[in-house]
């Protein structure tokens, strides 16, 4: 049974309990939920994380590439909250791993937000990039990971 890694980064803890309208009403434990629905109908074991912590993410992905290194990755589904526009440690562990199967994914639609949104320095190393359909993209992202 291949794995999938869905990782959560800065913040995405306060999923659910503000700012509801750009992000939903769902939960965290909501989101990890949907997840393990999408990931069992594909057959799909799945990794769940969430981190305010760059390094963390960083370990996950080497984790991931582990997996991937023995053919036994389906992909990750990384929404790395801000250091999508900061974070050259993220870049360097996605390449650094060789994962060819990762999804950016946003729940919001960066580009209808502020210009910093807008780049993303993930996006080069990503297999697909998913954003604007709210906490649902998940489900997607992992149905995505089934077709490919
Ligand atoms: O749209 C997304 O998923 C983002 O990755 C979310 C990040 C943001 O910095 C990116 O530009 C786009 C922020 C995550 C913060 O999550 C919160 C959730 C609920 C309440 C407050 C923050």
Redesign the pocket.
């Known amino acids: 049974m291949k794995t999938v890694y869905v990782l959560n980064g800065p913040?995405?803890n306060?999923?659910g309990?503000?700012?509801p309208a750009v992000?939903g009403a769902h939960t965290l434990a909501d989101v990890e939920q949907m997840c393990f629905e999408a990931c069992a109908r594909h057959g799909f074991a799945l990794q769940f994380h969430q981190s305010n912590h760059e390094g963390a993410l960083v370990d996950w992905i080497h984790e991931a590439g582990q997996l991937h290194a023995q053919g036994e990755l389906a992909g990750v589904v990384l929404?790395a909250?801000?250091y999508?526009?900061t974070s050259v440690a993220l870049l360097d562990a996605i390449k650094g791993t060789g994962i060819n199967t990762l999804i950016e994914l946003?729940?919001?639609n960066?580009f209808a937000r502020e210009s910093f949104?807008h780049h993303s320095w993930i996006s080069p190393a990503a297999r697909a990039v998913l954003?604007g359909f709210g906490v649902q993209g998940y489900a997607l992202a992992i149905d995505g990971l089934a077709r490919i």
Do not use: D, K, M
């Open positions: 913040n995405l306060l999923l309990t503000r700012e992000y929404n909250g801000a999508t526009h946003h729940i919001s960066v949104r954003c």
